[in-house]
């Protein structure tokens, strides 16, 4: 399974990015999906997940301001940020669950990207 980001960059406050994740070497699109972030000297921490059906599951801090979608036939994984605050400023990860339901903990993930970075300047 390889899971590559992209859409990462720089923008000011009260910006928007769009990162993408397109993932190959699986044909299973049941599993949940989700995007992950770790910030310098933080822990790894879940921003968003969504099941195959397209239910999402969003961390208190992005509702309202993140968009998660999937595109189960093109294995891809989007992540529209608006309202770019300095505390969304981290590395972003794509990961693929071990289970159907989903739960915004590292532990329930097992394929990982490589990350793309996110810096949101004030």
């Known amino acids: 399974v390889q899971l590559v980001e992209s859409g990462g960059g720089t923008v000011q406050t009260g910006g928007a990015l769009r990162l993408s994740c397109v993932g190959s070497?699986?044909?299973?699109?049941?599993?949940?999906m989700a995007w992950f972030r770790q910030a310098p000297g933080k822990e790894r921490e879940g921003v968003v997940a969504?099941?195959?059906?397209?239910?999402?599951l969003y961390e208190e801090s992005v509702e309202g301001r993140f968009t998660i979608s999937r595109d189960n036939a093109a294995n891809t994984l989007l992540l529209q940020m608006n309202n770019l605050e300095p505390e969304d400023t981290a590395i972003y990860y794509c990961?693929?669950?071990?289970?159907?339901?989903?739960?915004?903990?590292?532990?329930?993930?097992?394929?990982w990207g490589q990350g793309t970075q996110v810096t949101v300047s004030s």
């Open positions: 969504i099941s195959s059906d397209g239910t999402p």
């Open positions: 990961a693929r669950g071990k289970r159907q339901y989903c739960v915004l903990s590292s532990k329930y993930f097992g394929d």
């Open positions: 070497g699986y044909t299973d699109n049941s599993y949940c």
